[in-house]
């Protein structure tokens, strides 16, 4: 695998967790870790970081010139 073809499929990837922990906010979906729910700040910082990873992963396929 080329590394176009790897930031491009991570750029997917990271995408697709980005739009289900936003989804995961305004449907208001719980989630539960053993006894602990987690609060919905922590699906904001983690759509965050998806969010920027995917952007990273964009602009790199846009700008790898093999």
Do not use: Q
């Not at 176009?4 to 990271?14: H, M, N």
């Amino acid at each position: 695998m080329d590394r176009k073809t790897y930031f491009l499929v991570a750029g997917i990837i990271f995408t697709l967790v980005a739009l289900f922990h936003l989804l995961r906010v305004f449907e208001d979906w719980p989630v539960m870790i053993a006894d602990w729910s987690a609060p919905k700040w922590v699906s904001w910082i983690a759509l965050m970081v998806a969010g920027g990873l995917a952007i990273f992963g964009c602009r790199f396929t846009a700008n790898d010139e093999d």
